[in-house]
């Protein structure tokens, strides 16, 4: 029997509905501060990730998905090497969504000289090949927003503010979240820094992991976010980005603190936190879930000023955030929240005998006409069989047709909580059945 591929999930029923709904809350949040949808190709070049996302980080070195048509793939057989491809033959599965948007921006123009800001957003499917687990798929979901080409620092705290409000909107308990906030300082200050950190790493060599010996050479900032228990404790006394911030950085730091600061937004400073991907740049901030085992950060995201250049378009700076669905689905879980809300229901049409099937589906095709979800028999079932089908289908309305209803041109209407039975006239149907579902005073649908 064919089956999913590990670490991946179908997503049918109310995981659906709860996916679903959390774009609605997206499109409507995000709406409001003037961002328009996006959808980028899953499948990219390589370099578009490599440039941005960094050679040296797990995402691209151990977790991107690589993707190559068969006659490619027997071309590799035979040299044994990635090398002969050439670049747009090259292709990866999305791991993330900042790249892809930031080479759309640039390939269709969207922020010209002194153009408008191009305000994006995003609800799609990334693929990471980690080791499967609760709340990490090979397959995932993110929802997520871009803005490109405002570096004034209210752009990053009003990034911050969509986000919790995002998570308020959800239906979080605010006061079991936790938002981190840092600086990771700049191509002016962060080289110096990065030496640092460095020589730090070097001279406690004998205490830190492999990998983070590795990081040393390639981004020892990453150190920081290494899970040995050992590194992590070291790593507490390494220098701080935060006392060696350039002027400008520690400005523009201080500016996005007010502004949350003026908003009412609630942070912690955390001088360790770098993210995971080497195109941030000053403002980063992450959101964790207090005292829920297993989840980890919900969302985060950052300034990236230099992304936009690396992947072949002019300086223009840029900031955004993701969330990832699963872990805000098992989050919202432990606190008693089901995004999924209540299964759909609907209004059936049940058919007496075969005699009068046309009339069933005459009548269906007006209730759909006027926006109601219908369902009807198309098995043949007795009328019995059709009244339980209708109460799994969660049918508040039950249209009943029988030889009576044509020859008089009525219909009858059941409630299907109360069982009780109401004679209308056809040209009355939908009007009756909104009334019996919804009351009198409903007014649209």
Not at 20 to 25: F, G, I, K, P, R
Not at 188 to 216: G, N, S, T
Not at 411 to 431: C, G, P
Request: aromatic share 8%; charged share 25%.
């Amino acid at each position: 029997m064919a089956q999913k591929v590990q670490g991946t999930e179908d997503l049918y029923g109310g995981y659906m509905r709860a996916w679903q709904y959390m774009q609605a809350v997206a499109h409507e949040l995000f709406d409001t501060y003037g961002f328009d949808m996006i959808e980028t190709p899953a499948l990219e070049q390589v370099d578009t990730f490599v440039h941005g996302i960094g050679e040296s980080t797990d995402v691209v070195r151990k977790e991107m998905f690589r993707v190559i048509s068969g006659a490619l793939f027997e071309k590799l057989l035979g040299d044994g090497s990635e090398k002969s491809l050439k670049p747009r033959q090259r292709l990866a599965m999305r791991p993330e969504g900042t790249a892809g948007v930031v080479r759309a921006v640039v390939e269709n123009n969207l922020v010209p000289q002194g153009s408008s800001p191009a305000k994006l957003w995003y609800a799609e499917s990334m693929f990471r090949g980690e080791r499967p687990q609760k709340g990490r798929l090979r397959q995932f979901h993110q929802v997520g927003l871009e803005w490109l080409g405002a570096p004034d620092p209210a752009a990053d705290a009003e990034c911050i503010i969509i986000l919790m409000e995002f998570y308020h909107r959800l239906g979080f308990d605010m006061s079991k979240l936790r938002l981190y906030i840092n600086s990771m300082g700049d191509s002016h200050c962060r080289p110096a820094y990065r030496e640092k950190v460095k020589q730090f790493i070097y001279d406690h060599k004998d205490e830190m992991c492999a990998d983070c010996l590795e990081r040393a050479e390639l981004n020892p900032l990453r150190s920081f976010d290494c899970k040995n228990e050992r590194c992590h404790e070291v790593m507490k006394s390494a220098p701080l980005i935060s006392d060696n911030l350039c002027e400008d950085c520690a400005e523009h730091y201080a500016q996005v603190k007010a502004y949350l600061d003026a908003a009412g937004i609630s942070y912690v400073e955390d001088p360790t936190l770098v993210r995971g991907l080497d195109y941030y740049t000053r403002t980063v901030f992450e959101v964790e879930v207090v005292n829920v085992d297993d989840v980890g950060a919900i969302g985060g995201g950052g300034r990236y000023d230099g992304l936009v250049e690396l992947e072949g378009g002019k300086p223009t700076p840029g900031i955004g955030f993701a969330v990832g669905f699963e872990r805000i689905a098992l989050a919202l879980a432990a606190q008693g929240v089901d995004l999924a809300g209540d299964e759909p229901t609907c209004v059936y049409v049940a058919c007496a005998a075969p005699e009068q099937r046309s009339a069933v589906f005459d009548a269906t095709l007006t209730l759909r006409d006027a926006g109601l979800r219908v369902e009807a028999d198309y098995q043949g079932r007795s009328l019995k069989s059709q009244f339980k089908q209708a109460d799994k289908l969660h049918a508040l309305v039950c249209v009943v047709i029988g030889a009576d209803e044509v020859t008089n041109n009525t219909y009858t209407l059941r409630d299907m909580n109360t069982h009780e039975q109401i004679s209308v006239a056809k040209d009355n149907l939908v009007d009756e059945v909104i009334k019996l579902m919804y009351g009198a005073e409903f007014i649209d649908i």
